[in-house]
């Protein structure tokens, strides 16, 4: 892009409210049409056995036992990250599953802007992407379906967005809540977006600073909600009158790292009842990932440089380490420490070039996904080769779908 075609990509970026220290790359990434119809297979079948009674037992167990109640709600924030070996994006793995992902609605700005600046990388034009607009019509219906399954009727009571106290007073990305408040605001419904402690519970209802709430979009990276802020919203979500998602049962049954290990091996595939043509999918779109034990350690550590390591209830890259950052020493410390950590088997990024300063990004994907329906993509370029390091030239990258019919590279 031209510097002025890049001046006019973030003059509309900020009319659409994305903020100014949300950094964005002036180049595009296009993923191959066979790759995205691999990825909504693997969707499927991952909402398939994750929605199992079998898997969920087994998944549950462990829990706390405010997650090992099933729920219902299927959130609409949920992502699948991916990522594309160089030269051979239809090798793609799947690196984690976040039911709670952030940037949904950013990103679908990002991806108009860049689309209508004629920025989209050369070739074959990509399928036009989703408009803003039209996203935020299919979050509206999304929800009227999901509040029917959940209460069997319309929701009827205020729509909470809730976050914790930093985040809402200057997180970045608050403007996303404010984003979907607002159009939630057009279409007639009261919104609070409010931290857990402004949170109430009378015995028979949730209420968000003295607004009676029932539909609960829930943005708290506490995945279990044991801190004293989330007593409300504990006693609200065990009645089982309130809806939230993501709430604790999702995540300990789809996004918890810990059940990449299950997915990953077939050792327990009886037991959760994941059939042969299931596992066939898993095998070949699941890296090895394993849960840190002391049984383990000693033969993980001899073999760290194939491994990346990350805690099983991290979120955006926080206690994240490479091979060379940790031994047997330090991992042992790690699980003295009672913090549990997978070691998950290294899948390469794919690589681009930015087109100003020539240095080496490294690219992945975001799917974003609802019962098996693929919403839309986003992506981030990041100055390092494993971890999220998005400052400039890195960012988010304007992401399409490479229209069908057309050759794929790779």
Known sequence: MSPDAQAAFRAALTGAGVPGAFTVTAFAQVVPRAVLDAIAE??????????????QQLATRDAPPLARAPRTEAC?????????PPGRPADWRLIEFNDNGSGMLLAAHINAAFHALGGTAPGPAPEPPLAPERLLERIDAIVADEALRFFGRPAGAGF????????????????????????????????????????HWDGTRLSARGVPVEFVVNRCTDFHWEGGAFAALRAAYASGTVYVAPNPFSYATRSDKATLALLSRADRDAETGITAAERAVLRARVPETLLLDRDNVAAIAARKHAYFFKPAHGFASHGVHAAAEVGAARLRRLLRDGVPYVAQALVPKATAADPASGRTLWTDLRVWAWRGEILMLSG???????????????????????????????
């Open 42 to 55: 693997f969707v499927r079948v991952f909402d398939r056995v994750t929605a199992r009674p079998a898997w």
């Open 76 to 84: 609409f924030f949920s992502a699948w990250d991916i990522h594309l």
């Open 160 to 199: 909470l967005i809730v976050d914790a106290a930093e985040v809402l007073a200057g997180g970045r990305f608050r403007a996303e809540l404010d984003l979907l408040g607002a159009d939630w605001r057009r279409r007639g419904r009261t919104v609070v977006i409010a931290a857990p402690e402004e949170l």
């Open 380 to 410: 981030r370029a990041s100055t390092h080769p494993h971890r999220v390091a998005l400052a400039p030239p890195g960012g988010w990258i304007p992401t399409y779908a490479g229209a069908r019919g057309a050759p794929d590279a790779g």
